[in-house]
């Protein structure tokens, strides 16, 4: 991927090049000349129209053509690593369960409604285009290819503009980011410095918060610490066996955000910890809890969010 823009460079020098050497001789020739010289001519043109990146993109509106239509079986990916070059351990922030747990889940839960999805594990360098929904299991972390311009996560962004269905797990997404070469997981959200030089992050301007204009506090100080759970009456049918959850994290509701469950008031605000929020022609499914052993009351989310992209992907 880092490659990428040297090879697009490369290739806009060398199909001018064809073309300026071997243009004039071609239009002379035309429609006489030898095979040779279509063959370069066709060549140039490749070279040029992958270098100015016509080629990429029409493969892109290609394969978002074909996931979109009805007669397509719907595609849903899981992160499971940066590529198959680095193979270390990508840690899980604020989650224990594994990207094979998470396929598991929505796959059972689809052969129980009869519905067909595809459910496959992929690497972060590899194209999106194809799936109608991306998952990130690595809660506020996720693995990315480069800091330099975080391509991973731009891509992401791209995604959901062209209409995906972006799912991230656990805690705030994007907070952290796992870099490949050093192979530990950084901040990504910049750092305000106290006046004694201590560093403070703030949610709002986690990378995908700031993106999202979501504004997310931390609740865990909130009493009481357990919150009753109940599904909006449009996913009421669902059938979770969940009454109950250890609230951390809540986004206030507003502008594009489209809650899952019943509002927490805090004041005056309504707050969410589950919620869809509309971004381009796309959308997230955001679950900020935590799913870890520390708050083992919480693991019955893992099916609640598994429903709920196996509804997005039927419905």
């Not at 001018?16 to 429609?31: D, K």
């Not at 094979?100 to 459910?119: D, F, P, Q, R, T």
């Not at 972006?166 to 006046?195: C, E, Q, S």
């Amino acid at each position: 991927m880092e490659s990428t823009p040297l090879l697009r460079n490369l290739s806009l020098v060398l199909g001018a090049t064809i073309l300026s050497v071997f243009g004039p001789n071609m239009l002379r020739l035309f429609p006489d000349g030898s095979i040779g010289n279509l063959i370069l001519f066709v060549l140039a043109i490749f070279l040029l129209l992958y270098g100015f990146g016509t080629i990429e993109k029409v493969i892109s509106e290609t394969r978002i053509r074909f996931r979109n239509s009805r007669f397509i079986c719907p595609k849903v990916a899981i992160f499971i690593g940066v590529s198959q070059s680095f193979k270390s351990e990508i840690p899980l922030v604020w989650t224990d369960i594994s990207p094979e747990e998470w396929k598991n889940e929505i796959e059972e839960i689809a052969s129980e409604l009869g519905k067909n999805i595809k459910v496959n594990l992929i690497f972060s360098v590899g194209s999106f285009d194809s799936y109608n929904a991306i998952l990130n299991p690595y809660g506020g972390n996720y693995p990315e290819t480069s800091f330099d311009n975080f391509p991973v996560y731009n891509k992401i962004l791209n995604y959901i503009r062209n209409g995906g269905l972006f799912v991230n797990v656990a805690d705030i997404p994007t907070y952290w980011a796992y870099n490949p070469r050093l192979k530990r997981m950084l901040d990504r959200t910049p750092a305000v410095y106290g006046v004694s030089g201590e560093e403070i992050r703030f949610f709002n301007r986690v990378p995908l918060m700031q993106e999202l204009a979501l504004r997310v506090q931390d609740i865990e100080r909130l009493e009481p610490p357990i919150l009753p759970f109940q599904m909006l009456e449009r996913y009421s049918a669902f059938g979770v066996d969940m009454t109950n959850l250890l609230a951390s994290r809540a986004a206030f509701i507003e502008g594009n955000v489209e809650s899952v469950v019943q509002p927490i008031s805090v004041g005056d605000q309504d707050m969410t910890p589950l919620f869809f929020c509309n971004y381009g022609d796309g959308r997230c499914l955001i679950s900020l809890s935590f799913l870890n052993d520390a708050f083992i009351q919480n693991r019955p989310l893992k099916t609640v969010i598994a429903k709920l992209v196996v509804d997005q992907l039927i419905n």
